[in-house]
């Protein structure tokens, strides 16, 4: 089974970057958040490894704030 590449990959992030941030411009918080959404569900699918993609949730999670208690 394949394992997360989590070490710079592409070779132009920046570019990757200024391509995902113009993808957004002019969409709503509504429309960029469906963007977004559409976008994971491809990039999943692409994966197609339920175990790679756990890892990424995982590291992605990571990277978030502490949840705000309700």
């Known amino acids: 089974m394949p394992k997360l590449i989590s070490t ?3 070779p132009d992030p920046d570019l990757a970057y200024a391509a995902i941030i113009e993808a ?3 969409l709503t918080d509504e429309e960029s ?9 491809i990039l999943a699918n692409h ?5 790679v993609l756990a890892e990424a949730l ?3 999670r990571r ?3 502490a ?4």
């Open 67 to 70: 949840p705000q208690k309700q």
């Open 33 to 41: 958040q469906e963007l977004n959404a559409r976008l994971v569900l």
């Open 8 to 10: 710079s990959n592409l």
């Open 47 to 51: 994966i197609g490894s339920e175990k």
């Open 58 to 60: 995982e590291l992605a």
């Open 24 to 26: 957004h411009r002019g």
């Open 63 to 65: 990277g978030l704030r």
